[in-house]
């Protein structure tokens, strides 16, 4: 069987569905509802003019000659999702689930936010479809993230900030889940990644699974043949999902990830959870996990709030198993001096997410040579994360930066 | 060690309704306040009246949990509880009272001691079974295996939104009793206990049910008699906490009582 046509609700040992039994009818009904829908051509066709009219898909590629510099040379290729509606690939996985609630006749919409931008994501089709929406978000982000807290009640949703465990996001799953078993009759759970009990890492996947299908055709149109590398962030896991699937069958593309290594994955500060962590049950299915030897979580640390998570999805967890992809750790600094790279070397400013992307990149480049092609998601765009990188560049002190940015990296 | 031959989560169950009434399990979190008096607390749990102690494990993520468990536990856990201390309160509890104790724990800890070796230590411990409230029988593949060599109970969830072929399967898997969930929700005093825990476990019946116990919303003792109307036994959690929380043993061993006073025909 080709890699691309794995289902779930397994993949490997990995996926399953480890809730209280009170939601089982409710992922029976989704996962129902979603399987008609796949092969509903009014479904994918109303998500298909969504994207064109509302979403703003296809969404370009972008070659940076001056950023791949600091590469090693290697050809270099943006797959734009930053440009998208609410500024994040989130928006293709929120308007598929949507669709899908109005479906079910469901009249409230529930989210999970750790950076803000699934919250804004889900507040906005929220805001399109008419529907009630909810978002939960760890009290300790929405002090980190405020402007995203203010976009959320602008649209119209109701942000509430969880103050219990760790305050950030792996809670605000946690309360999103509460709610969910206390209301199924008239909400859905529009989480936010590839995680999560099944049917959500496949369907997720498949939301998103448009970003890899674009970029494959479009890497072919500009330069005659497949990418050598694919490469992406990954926190849950949903836009490096959505830039893998395409290529999972093309042996010959090698897939990287990377993860969150925070202050090191060495250190106890981090968020790389394939690199560090081993399977368990966590948010409903079994993965890779960050947890203490009793199987308590242990809390992620990241610059990044979206990629701040002590879980990943189960398909992550079994194409690292078999080999298919490889996924590597990328440290807060990494992180940051690539978004400083990329924003002074081509003017486009990634969100801190697509940095650790970026900064995997500028190494890959320099493995595989100036002959090599390199496809990257570049996920998000960078406006959230001005009052971070403000702070982390000291930004006052302009005159250092620019000398520094004059030595080559 | 030798595995149980019968359940006595069941025996005692059983001998409650031949009295007339149904049975009252009592729920309380190790480690909370402190090891030694929730200890002491399900001692006192049981003389005053309760028949079975389930016994929490303070776990980071508890989906199930509304917010006067989830303080417990995370204050437990905030006080460094470990897995080790869940056995060690087991073997305590059951050398002091003859009450059956039932773990309720979230699956990662399981999964991550090892399923043989936490059905092992927990039997040696003198623990009756667990109650997983994140683990589906379709999942359980593992736990089924080590829970028939042992002879532990196994307590699966149903609930209102179960379908009939679910429920056939929660009772078919479940030994001890099937815990029906009163109401779509978490955990946490309700005024009324809602009307679908009757329905369901009217259904629970036709399903095959000689072992239901209601849980979710209790925290009365009219509340008990109600639920013993018609069900084989009353769940009682975040009340008992609550009072543990506000007035350590004394004020847990009132709780207890009161519920108890449900009990009684």
């Not at chain 1, 060495?266 to 368990?280: K, N």
């Not at chain 1, 790279?341 to 320099?366: D, M, Q, V």
Request: hydrophobic share 45%; net charge negative.
């Amino acid at each position: 069987m080709a890699l691309r046509d794995e289902l779930g609700p397994y993949f490997g040992e990995y996926g399953g569905r480890f809730v209280p039994e009170s939601l089982i009818a409710a992922l029976d009904e989704l996962d129902a509802a979603y399987t008609a829908a796949k092969t509903d051509p009014v479904f994918q066709a109303e998500l298909a003019e969504l994207h064109a009219t509302y979403t703003g898909r296809p969404s370009i590629v972008t070659e940076v000659p001056r950023f791949a510099e600091h590469a090693g040379g290697a050809r270099i290729i943006l797959k734009r999702e930053d440009l998208n509606h609410t500024g994040s690939h989130k928006i293709n996985n929120v308007l598929g689930q949507a669709l899908l609630a109005k479906r079910l006749g469901k009249t409230r919409l529930i989210a999970e936010t750790g950076a803000g931008q699934h919250g804004v994501a889900s507040a906005t089709a929220a805001a399109l479809f008419g529907m009630e929406c909810v978002v939960y978000m760890g009290e300790v982000d929405t002090e980190r993230q405020a402007l995203n807290v203010a976009r959320m009640r602008l649209l119209g949703a109701e942000v509430i900030p969880v103050t219990n465990g760790s305050r950030t996001l792996k809670d605000a799953i946690n309360e999103a889940l509460r709610d969910w078993v206390a209301n199924v009759g008239d909400t859905h759970y529009l989480l936010g990644t590839v995680a999560g009990p099944h049917p959500f890492p496949v369907m997720v996947r498949d939301f998103h699974k448009i970003i890899g299908e674009e970029a494959r055709r479009q890497v072919l149109d500009l330069t005659g043949r497949l990418p050598d590398a694919v490469t992406a962030c990954v926190g849950g896991g949903s836009n490096a999902m959505g830039i893998f699937h395409a290529f999972l069958d093309d042996p010959d593309v090698a897939l990287y990830g990377y993860e969150a290594a925070g202050e090191g994955h060495l250190t106890e500060r981090h968020a790389a959870t394939i690199t560090r962590g081993r399977p368990g049950v966590l948010h409903g299915a079994r993965s890779y996990m960050l947890q203490d030897e009793d199987g308590q979580t242990i809390e992620s640390h990241s610059i990044s709030a979206g990629l701040d998570y002590p879980g990943v999805g189960p398909e992550h967890a079994w194409l690292n198993d078999i080999g298919r992809a490889s996924y590597l750790p990328i440290t807060d600094d990494e992180a940051m001096q690539a978004l400083r790279l990329l924003s002074r070397t081509e003017g486009i400013i990634p969100a801190i997410e697509s940095a650790h992307a970026l900064a995997g990149t500028i190494k890959l480049g320099k493995e595989l040579g100036p002959e090599a092609i390199i496809l990257v998601n570049l996920s998000g765009r960078g406006d959230k994360d001005m009052e971070t990188a403000g702070k982390y560049f000291d930004i006052l002190d302009t005159a250092a930066l620019a000398a520094e940015d004059e030595a080559p990296l | 060690m030798s595995a149980r031959l019968s359940s006595s989560v069941e025996t005692v169950i059983a001998a409650r309704k031949a009295a007339g009434s149904g049975a009252l399990v009592g729920y309380l979190p190790v480690g909370f306040p402190d090891l030694k008096t929730s200890i002491d607390a399900a001692v006192a749990l049981v003389e005053n009246g309760v028949d079975i102690i389930e016994l929490g494990l303070p776990y980071s993520d508890p989906v199930m949990d509304g917010p006067v468990i989830q303080r417990a536990t995370q204050t437990a856990l905030a006080d460094g509880f470990k897995l080790g201390h869940g056995f060690e309160a087991v073997a305590a509890i059951t050398a002091r009272v003859d009450a059956p104790v039932l773990v309720m724990t979230y699956w990662n800890p399981v999964l991550q001691y090892g399923v043989d070796r936490f059905a092992d230590d927990l039997l040696a411990a003198g623990g009756a079974g667990l109650i997983t409230p994140d683990l589906v029988a379709d999942e359980a593949s593992e736990w089924l295996a080590a829970s028939d060599r042992t002879g532990l109970d196994r307590v699966f969830l149903a609930a209102p939104s179960s379908t009939d072929a679910r429920l056939r399967q929660a009772v078919e898997r479940s030994r001890g009793f099937v815990y029906a969930v009163s109401t779509m929700g978490i955990t946490g005093a309700r005024a009324d206990v809602d009307q679908a825990a009757r329905s369901l476990v009217a259904r629970l019946r036709d399903a095959g049910s000689t072992s239901a116990c209601v849980g979710v919303g209790i925290s009365t003792g009219d509340q008990v008699r109600e639920v013993l109307g018609y069900a084989d036994g009353a769940i009682v959690g975040s009340a008992l906490v609550s009072a543990l929380a506000d007035g350590g043993v004394p004020a847990v061993a009132r709780a207890a009582a009161a519920l108890a006073a449900g009990t009684v025909a």
